[in-house]
């Protein structure tokens, strides 16, 4: 005999918390790469070579933005990569660990991630407000709905368990 189906009002929080823990997993991917390449820019041949690249590149419509990179790479100096790649290591294991724990359904993992995003918030609202950026505007928007939906599905779930215990006197 094939299992019952799942009811209704169970698939569309499933489906939510796997695309959630989805671009999780992409985030992690994201992070991971931006690590990979500081540890290897911290090398200063890397970091030259880098530097000597996007001096010789001709961008047309682009070269006051490729100075500008370049001096600000010049400034940061191949020392500081090492530390953006631990603060990129270190937010693709936070990020990870929300996007596996969502996927395998995981009760923790609603409230973990709802505490990691939530705790950014404030900082991502500053920063549009202070320089607005359509990118930055979205991914606030996208955030606080990740929070009131997960915190909405976390109760739900949180007041199904206490429902289906027995009760004892």
């Not at 690590?35 to 010789?56: G, I, K, N, R």
């Not at 953006?84 to 973990?112: M, N, R």
Request: glycine share 8%; charged share 15%; with cysteine.
């Amino acid at each position: 005999p094939a299992p019952a189906p799942a009811p209704a009002a169970t698939q569309p929080r499933h489906a939510g918390l796997r695309v959630i823990a989805v671009y999780e997993i992409i985030k992690t991917a994201c992070l991971l790469l931006v690590a990979m390449a500081a540890f290897h820019l911290d090398h200063q041949q890397s970091f030259e070579q880098l530097v000597h690249w996007l001096e010789h590149l001709s961008l047309t419509d682009s070269n006051g933005l490729r100075w500008k990179l370049v001096g600000l790479l010049q400034d940061f100096g191949p020392s500081r990569f090492v530390a953006v790649g631990a603060v990129a290591l270190g937010y693709a294991v936070l990020f990870g660990i929300e996007g596996i724990g969502l996927w395998l359904g995981k009760y923790w993992a609603e409230w973990f991630t709802v505490i990691a995003t939530g705790s950014l918030i404030p900082l991502e609202l500053y920063e549009t407000l202070h320089r607005f950026g359509w990118l930055k505007l979205a991914t606030l928007v996208g955030n606080v709905a990740i929070v009131v939906y997960l915190v909405r599905i976390a109760l739900q779930t949180r007041a199904a368990r206490r429902a289906s215990r027995p009760h004892t006197s």
